[in-house]
């Protein structure tokens, strides 16, 4: 497992979320994709968590890069 920095992590992962953005039709975009904590969240409200570092972003962050194969330090 590759280690990484939180920033490096983040910017990874916005990557990741505006790529399968841009992959959804319009009127799927705002459609509840992923649930965190029991609380549904579309693309674009990940993508809000990620750059506003809010905790879910945080834990979304985290969660992503060890499923790409990172560990943050």
């Known amino acids: 497992m590759s280690q990484i920095s939180f920033s490096e992590a983040k910017d990874l992962v916005l990557a990741r979320l505006r790529q ?4 959804l039709p319009e009127a799927e975009r705002g459609r509840p ?10 693309v674009l409200d990940l993508i809000r968590e990620v ?3 809010t905790e879910v ?7 992503e890069a060890k499923r790409m194969g990172y560990a943050i330090v």
Not at 20 to 23: I, S
Not at 33 to 42: A, E, L, Q
Not at 57 to 63: E, L, N, P
């Open 51 to 53: 750059e506003m570092d």
């Open 33 to 42: 994709r992923k649930i965190i904590d029991f609380k549904p969240y579309s």
């Open 57 to 63: 972003g945080k834990k979304y962050t985290y969660d």
């Open 20 to 23: 399968w953005l841009q992959e």
